[in-house]
């Protein structure tokens, strides 16, 4: 079929305001452009925004088709799709695509589509969700005969010799095949919808050569060409076993995990093809070889970019199964609905070849009572009839099925989505406790217990009532229980481990035993990119309070290694180092810049470092640096004099001295005293301005655009502590989203206004079909104007 872009030309509207609408491009995120409040249901798993009903219409010409299809790549939630107001379809979860076929229901001429998302119900989610139509909307055609959507499966049967299965699901005609390698050459062919096919020379698919090949496919009958459909696939085959662990074309391979969520910071929820891509090249570029779609379907975008890059995946299904976590989530609908959900994601996912495992959840109490483990048996038997190639997962939390099966859950099954537990009667004169969200609990308690959740993983009774359900995985994702991975190699001889959520701080320590035990395949950190909602997640604040749950104005979780706007910190430099990812030593400096105050931390962030050494008006203040490589020492020199000198431990050291201006530096050293490596970080300099900068080399109408704007002095460092409410005019192209990674602010992504944090401030536009000129304005600095020319 004719793949049609479906994406302009909508309208857009709340239900409850009056019909008048506004033009909007999708993808389109409706919560973000919400008022945020402390009175907002969702309260801080979803950020303080408020759900919502939304109606999006398109009017368009019927095509000239026998066959015609609308895809949904996603909408959140509760979709109803009509058509000339009769509606043709309803799709309950708010992550996998679902299409709606039109035939038979077309007028001629103009036909108007109508689809409401309905997430007025909050919260529906443990984070921020989005609402509406956030990621891409495609028009499939075909004529009276048509290759189906997804009808092009390729399968790797071997790698050496390298051989590959195509098989083709076409509505009438004959299938002709074609195999073209990286460079479009036509390598293998052969006609039928069941084909196995011998590459010569093959370049297999890999973290470290991701090369893509193309199968096309015409389909013809009696010498006339019917249609015609390409998809890329990679020829790479995925093998597991305890003796050797994860094996990619008969090689191990060990993954250096980052969770993500699906929200795209100062965009929402928006699934813009430019901004997954932007966030998978800066996670390979930091030193990450694997994502886990935490906690559902990633975008098909992002498995484009993941291919292209050479980043595995392991595309998770749900964070809940038919318990609530939330009292509006997804677990009313699960039952009903989880064998359709699985089918859309593996069908989907098929030719990606990043995609290296299926999980079916997140840190789910159900495998606590045989339906459960029952249930999850079923699971694993449907994904592989439905993709026999890849393994299944899934994140399993010890420490909550133990908890669950003892009767202490930490989720209540009946629909609440809140804490079960024994509340104190209230004394006279006083006011009934209010029960607590199920995540915040949860989250609070973690928090404050820290690696006790490693602990409480320890037991016998945690691996008897675990067991079940890990064991009907073929890999087993640890949440948390990092102390089992040496006790389980011997206890569970044929199990296949990997971390699947850990504390970036232990990632030395982790990392080690992955090296070590040869069964033990992976570590995924929570969390790789920072998000919005559960906020306060990972943040260290100087203004007190429970380090998680906190109160609004907070936004973010704060517990991403790379934040919102894309730039990594220390974590994220130090878990490269532990990796051999990193070319010399990197220095974090702790906010100089609160004198006398000790933060409140959070285990999920080991450090609130980052890489800069220009902190205006902190002269004299006290500074905590941190060094981190490869190496047996590091000498430590301020503007030229040896300030101390450290032998690395688990390749960091930490230095205390007094901020002064100037310029670090950081000398690793080996064992025989030999300089190995040296970086420094630099003050800012000279009079400050605003700066604004595009990412990218070439530009062309309608492409969406990453702008990063910093406050630097005349040497070009960035100033960390002089922060500038800034105002930004975009003509020629369309401001997106514009702000920073404050955790805790008022400010609107969408108000074209926001004051930087640390120096930094992120926007993002669509190009229009002229030059682009944007222009930045602070309150007492010097602005900066960007033009950008289209080709």
């Known amino acids: 079929?004719?793949?049609?872009?479906?994406?302009?030309?909508?309208?857009?509207?709340?239900?409850?305001?009056?019909?008048?609408?506004?033009?909007?491009?999708?993808?389109?995120?409706?919560?973000?452009?919400?008022?945020?409040?402390?009175?907002?249901?969702?309260?801080?798993?979803?950020?303080?925004?408020?759900?919502?009903?939304?109606?999006?219409?398109?009017?368009?010409?019927?095509?000239?088709?026998?066959?015609?299809?609308?895809?949904?790549?996603?909408?959140?939630?509760?979709?109803?799709?009509?058509?000339?107001?009769?509606?043709?379809?309803?799709?309950?979860?708010?992550?996998?695509?679902?299409?709606?076929?039109?035939?038979?229901?077309?007028?001629?001429?103009?036909?108007?589509?109508?689809?409401?998302?309905?997430?007025?119900?909050?919260?529906?989610?443990?984070?921020?969700?989005?609402?509406?139509?956030?990621?891409?909307?495609?028009?499939?055609?075909?004529?009276?005969?048509?290759?189906?959507?997804?009808?092009?499966?390729?399968?790797?049967?071997?790698?050496?010799?390298?051989?590959?299965?195509?098989?083709?699901?076409?509505?009438?005609?004959?299938?002709?095949?074609?195999?073209?390698?990286?460079?479009?050459?036509?390598?293998?062919?052969g006609s039928g919808a069941d084909l196995t096919l011998t590459v010569p020379d093959a370049r297999l698919w890999s973290e470290d050569s991701p090369s893509l090949y193309t199968c096309r496919v015409t389909l013809t009958e009696g010498g006339e060409l019917l249609d015609e459909a390409a998809v890329s696939f990679g020829i790479r085959r995925i093998q597991w076993n305890a003796r050797q662990g994860l094996l990619v074309n008969g090689r191990s391979v060990k993954l250096r995990g980052a969770c993500v969520h699906h929200d795209n910071g100062v965009v929402g929820a928006c699934a813009f093809p430019e901004s997954e891509e932007r966030r998978v090249r800066k996670l390979k570029q930091a030193g990450f070889n694997a994502i886990r779609s935490a906690h559902n379907p990633c975008s098909a975008a992002m498995l484009d970019a993941c291919d292209r890059y050479g980043v595995y995946v392991i595309d998770e299904a749900w964070d809940m199964w038919y318990n609530h976590k939330t009292r509006y989530d997804y677990a009313d609908n699960w039952e009903a609905n989880w064998q359709q959900d699985l089918t859309a994601m593996a069908r989907r996912d098929y030719n990606h070849p990043s995609v290296i495992a299926y999980s079916i959840g997140n840190e789910v109490s159900e495998p606590a009572e045989a339906k459960g483990v029952a249930l999850a048996h079923q699971m694993v038997e449907l994904l592989h009839g439905l993709d026999k190639g890849r393994p299944v997962t899934a994140g399993i939390n010890l420490m909550i099925i133990d908890r669950a099966s003892r009767g202490q859950g930490i989720y209540a099954n009946d629909g609440s989505g809140v804490q079960a537990q024994k509340k104190k009667k209230p004394k006279d004169g006083q006011q009934e406790e209010k029960v607590q969200n199920a995540s915040l609990m949860f989250n609070i308690m973690a928090s404050l217990i820290g690696s006790g959740m490693n602990k409480a993983a320890n037991s016998k009774h945690a691996d008897a009532v675990t067991a079940p359900v890990l064991d009907a995985l073929d890999l087993a994702g640890y949440n948390y229980a990092s102390g089992r991975y040496e006790k389980d190699g011997k206890l569970h001889p044929d199990r296949v481990i990997y971390g699947s959520e850990t504390f970036p701080q232990d990632i030395a320590k982790n990392w080690a035993k992955v090296e070590r035990l040869p069964y033990l395949v992976g570590d995924f950190m929570w969390t790789g990119w920072d998000y919005l909602g559960e906020v306060g997640l990972g943040a260290w604040s100087y203004e007190g309070g429970v380090p998680f749950g906190r109160p609004y104005p907070w936004l973010l979780s704060d517990s991403g290694v790379i934040n919102i706007l894309g730039r990594p910190d220390f974590s994220c430099r130090y878990a490269a180092a532990v990796w051999g990812k990193l070319d010399g030593p990197a220095i974090g400096v702790r906010p100089c810049n609160h004198p006398g105050k000790r933060p409140s931390r959070s285990v999920w962030r080991g450090t609130n470092a980052i890489e800069s050494w220009s902190w205006q008006g902190c002269d004299g203040n006290a500074a905590v640096v941190e060094v981190c490589g490869e190496g047996a020492s590091v000498v430590l020199h301020l503007n030229g004099k040896q300030v101390g000198r450290k032998r690395l431990k688990d390749k960091k050291a930490l230095f205390r001295l007094r901020y002064t201006p100037g310029t670090l530096e950081a000398v690793l050293y080996d064992g025989d005293g030999k300089a190995t490596g040296r970086t420094a970080l630099r003050s800012a300099a000279g009079d400050l301005c605003l700066h604004l900068e595009a990412e990218g080399q070439a530009f062309h109408p309608g492409q969406v655009v990453y702008l990063p704007l910093t406050i630097r002095g005349k040497n070009g460092v960035v100033e960390s502590n002089a922060d500038e409410a800034v105002t930004l005019t975009v003509k020629g192209g369309e401001l997106l989203g514009f702000g920073s990674a404050n955790p805790c602010t008022t400010d609107r992504f969408d108000a074209g206004r926001c004051t930087t944090y640390q120096g930094c401030a992120l926007a993002v536009v669509r190009l229009g079909e002229g030059p682009l000129t944007v222009t930045a304005t602070g309150t007492s600095l010097p602005g900066a104007t960007l033009t950008l020319t289209t080709i």
């Open 1 to 189: 079929m004719k793949k049609l872009d479906f994406n302009s030309g909508w309208t857009f509207r709340k239900a409850e305001e009056p019909p008048a609408a506004r033009a909007v491009t999708l993808p389109h995120d409706a919560m973000i452009h919400e008022g945020r409040s402390a009175a907002a249901p969702g309260g801080s798993d979803n950020a303080f925004f408020p759900g919502g009903t939304y109606i999006y219409e398109k009017t368009f010409e019927a095509p000239d088709a026998a066959h015609c299809e609308v895809l949904f790549e996603g909408v959140y939630r509760n979709a109803t799709v009509a058509l000339n107001g009769e509606t043709l379809a309803t799709h309950a979860y708010g992550y996998t695509p679902f299409a709606v076929t039109l035939d038979g229901k077309l007028h001629p001429g103009a036909n108007t589509l109508t689809v409401t998302a309905d997430n007025a119900d909050a919260p529906s989610g443990r984070w921020y969700t989005g609402s509406g139509i956030y990621r891409p909307v495609w028009l499939y055609t075909g004529g009276k005969g048509y290759i189906r959507r997804e009808g092009i499966r390729v399968t790797t049967l071997s790698v050496n010799p390298a051989q590959v299965q195509v098989e083709v699901d076409a509505s009438g005609g004959l299938p002709a095949v074609e195999l073209l390698d990286p460079s479009g050459r036509v390598v293998a062919s």
